[in-house]
């Protein structure tokens, strides 16, 4: 079935809201035979074929007007070359960065592609190389696939796999088929607005006479991190080597997550939040039953900004982690957000646009911290490989800052977006992060050391 899940249909509205909500994945390429620059003519060359022998990326949303339905993927042969866009060339680091804030906040329009591609620069003076650094962004839609859907259309573009997670294949919409929909959607919308209904007093139901739905964390105070975000963005991105595997029993979530307990402990200092919380993003396992392209839900995960001691606090988190991803996966949760599949379009339109309107006093998460393996396999652009792979989640109402760990080979990169406009001096972040990490990192080392 090629219509959107209501539960996509949420990234989809927060599109058309001028909120961009994609994927955007960062690669930084290099040849290891030559210091030289490549060519940028070759470099775009290169790109557009390898994102062109990719069918199932040739897909665009047909929206139905007044949204009386939900939108539908279909198929479309316009040429990759259409959607690569190729920056004049500048080699700054600062520029990079300056490039990739924008992009960050430009939401693609999913009625002509479901991704975009930029060849933003080749940068010349990366504090993480000493070679000539090929940086190519790849834009996906939220609407289209999760993360983990994100990195396997990656490797497909630039490595061998040929699985890629997503929508099934697709074929060109009969001409008038949105206004068809539009009509059925409209008469069908009193009968769509009443079996929501029942399906939220089933669920009542259910939660009364069923199993106990684990209860979720307690909601906690507003942090200046909580901010509404503004229209503009500015990134950083952190490279480290990748950790030993579990390095002292932990996992790089764990590892990154304990990094940036320490970094917002030391930001927010001059202020009055002790009790921090981290938004984590959990997949759904592909032998649970959960439909749309979207199979992930978020736990809340306590950040234990009280325990001085880095290896303590780091079991803390893991454990919280675990147990988090065991109640945020409990059948009884997944059901109850399995309730929104039977919303028509225009109640999750209205639904959504009441969301925006409501001002929280307090929050379950001061922000999100998103955590990928993009895999181990080596990802190559023309002669050049893949020494880095990043990324910036998409900020959203009432997280000002949000942090993505992603794993490429033997590398961790660690992406930070903050709107200047809601957290003025969020600059401050990234260097915070970088030395925290690098503390974890050390006391887990020691922790995992013998004793003479």
């Not at 490429?408 to 969020?426: E, M």
Request: hydrophobic letters at 40%.
């Amino acid at each position: 079935m090629n219509r959107v899940d209501p539960k996509d249909a949420i990234f989809y509205l927060g599109a058309k809201s001028g909120r961009s909500s994609d994927h955007c994945l960062v690669y930084g390429f290099v040849d290891g035979r030559t210091t030289r620059p490549p060519v940028h003519t070759t470099v775009v060359a290169d790109l557009t074929r390898a994102l062109s022998r990719v069918e199932r990326i040739r897909r665009r949303l047909v929206e139905v007007p007044a949204t009386l339905a939900y939108p539908r993927w279909e198929a479309h042969s316009t040429p990759a070359s259409t959607f690569v866009t190729a920056h004049q060339p500048d080699g700054r680091w600062t520029e990079t960065l300056r490039r990739l804030a924008e992009l960050v906040e430009d939401p693609i329009d999913t009625t002509q592609s479901a991704w975009r591609a930029d060849l933003v620069d080749v940068v010349t003076d990366a504090p993480f190389s000493d070679r000539p650094v090929i940086v190519v962004v790849l834009r996906v839609s939220h609407t289209f696939v999760d993360g983990q859907g994100a990195a396997a259309l990656g490797r497909s573009v630039f490595g061998e796999d040929a699985e890629v997670a997503g929508p099934p294949p697709a074929v060109g919409s009969r001409p008038g088929s949105e206004y068809r929909a539009a009509l059925h959607g409209a008469v069908t919308l009193p009968a769509g607005i009443a079996g929501y209904i029942r399906a939220l007093v089933t669920d009542a139901r259910r939660g009364r006479n069923g199993p106990d739905t684990p209860p979720a964390p307690p909601q906690r105070p507003l942090s200046p991190l909580n901010a509404p975000p503004g229209a503009d963005r500015s990134v950083a991105i952190i490279v480290r080597p990748r950790p030993p595997n579990r390095l002292a029993g932990m996992t790089v979530t764990t590892i990154g997550l304990t990094a940036v307990s320490l970094a917002l402990q030391r930001y927010l200092a001059t202020g009055e939040q002790t009790d921090l919380s981290a938004g984590v993003p959990v997949g759904v396992p592909d032998s649970v039953e959960f439909s749309g392209a979207n199979r992930v839900v978020t736990g809340t995960v306590d950040l234990h900004t009280d325990v001085p001691d880095l290896v303590a606090r780091a079991e803390l988190i893991q454990h919280d982690l675990h147990a988090e991803r065991a109640r945020v996966l409990d059948p009884a949760v997944l059901q109850r957000l399995g309730v929104l599949e039977a919303a028509p379009a225009p109640l999750l339109v209205a639904i959504t646009a009441l969301g925006r309107r409501v001002t929280p006093t307090t929050v379950a998460a001061h922000t999100v911290v998103t955590s990928i393996n993009r895999g181990d396999a080596p990802l190559r652009l023309g002669d050049a490989t893949a020494v880095l792979s990043s990324g910036f989640p998409a900020l959203t109402r009432h997280f000002a800052m949000k942090h993505g760990i992603y794993t490429l080979g033997r590398t961790v990169t660690i992406g930070v977006v903050w709107s200047p406009t809601a957290v003025p001096d969020g600059h401050r972040q990234p260097a915070l992060l970088q030395q925290a990490w690098d503390e974890v990192i050390a006391a887990l080392t020691d922790e995992g050391t013998p004793d003479a």
